[in-house]
């Protein structure tokens, strides 16, 4: 008569899958927040804000130092900096004046992350940190910050 092994255990395959899973990471939780606002020098733009990948921080200026104004089409183009559940406050990395951090709430009742009073977002065509391909958009919209608060309208260096 053959003998047949026990199928291991529901239980057995879930932690089996749980170590599997967490031996993947490849360190994500050494890398820095998106949420820390730091400063870095971009080429032809000078020192500038950026989350906490290094990847450039812009404004939208219809938000006017208020509550943000870019929702819909405008946000998944360019996706607010929001803050994690959990998390109150945004933190000033290096060179990023920790006075100028603060947050707006957003509609749906998330805390987007605000240096001088505006509300920062992400553009969706920036990859890499260094690029700043939305500054100057072709409607005159969006600019980077630089670590003073002020709005930089720099023209964007040539590709």
């Not at 100028?100 to 553009?123: A, D, E």
Request: net charge positive; glycine share 16%; aromatic share 8%.
């Amino acid at each position: 008569m053959k003998k047949y092994r026990r199928a291991p255990s529901a239980m057995l395959i879930a932690v089996a899958v749980g170590a599997a899973v967490v031996g993947c990471g490849g360190g994500a939780g050494t890398a820095t927040p998106s949420y820390i606002v730091q400063a870095r020098t971009i080429s032809g733009l000078g020192r500038l804000i950026t989350d906490g990948q290094g990847i450039t921080l812009y404004l939208y200026t219809p938000d006017h130092r208020g509550p943000s104004r870019c929702y819909g089409f405008c946000a998944q183009q360019w996706p607010p900096l929001v803050l994690p559940h959990g998390v109150s406050r945004p933190k000033a990395g290096p060179g990023v004046r920790a006075a100028l951090l603060g947050t707006v709430r957003r509609r749906n009742g998330g805390r987007q992350v605000t240096y001088n009073g505006w509300p920062l977002y992400l553009w969706q065509g920036d990859h890499a940190p260094g690029q700043a391909t939305g500054q100057d958009d072709d409607m005159g919209l969006w600019y980077v910050v630089s670590v003073t608060g002020a709005v930089d309208t720099a023209e964007p260096p040539a590709p």
